[in-house]
Nanobody, 120 residues
Framework: QVQLVESGGGLVQPGGSLRLSCAAN????????MNWYRQAPGKQRELVAQ???????KYADDVKDRFTISRDSGRSTVFLQMNSLKPEDTAVYYC??????????????WGQGTQVTVSS
């Protein structure tokens, strides 16, 4: 397992930008995908963006062209650049790393969450 430490949340005006970071401490060799989720009050947690070990990326439809997921060269830190933020982006954002190991072990590690508030 890995410990995930998130940073970068805060209060921003509509149209503004924030950059979230999630650093993995521990063994990262089994990480298959690095993910950002978010959960707004009264709503279910939803996948925002994902980057696979091979570098394949996918986004939720409502953040495409506004958010960018990336990782560092050591593949131990994942970032979420959020531009053109809207009030509906307000949520707690969580980093999650999905890992798998032979023969059939798989697990998820979650960060503590960071609050993003978009408001004027």
């Amino acid at each position: 397992q890995v410990q995930l430490v998130e940073s970068g949340g805060g209060l921003v005006q509509p149209g503004g930008s924030l950059r979230l970071s999630c650093a993995a401490n521990g063994s990262i060799i089994n990480i298959v995908t690095m993910n950002w989720y978010r959960q707004a009050p009264g709503k279910q947690r939803e996948l925002v963006a994902q980057i696979s070990h091979e570098g394949k990326i996918k986004y939720a439809d409502d953040v495409k062209d506004r958010f960018t997921i990336s990782r560092d060269s050591g593949r131990s830190t994942v970032f979420l650049q959020m531009n053109s933020l809207k009030p509906e982006d307000t949520a707690v954002y969580y980093c999650m790393m999905y890992s798998a190991a032979w023969p059939d072990y798989e697990w998820n590690d979650w960060g503590q969450g960071t609050q993003v508030t978009v408001s004027s």
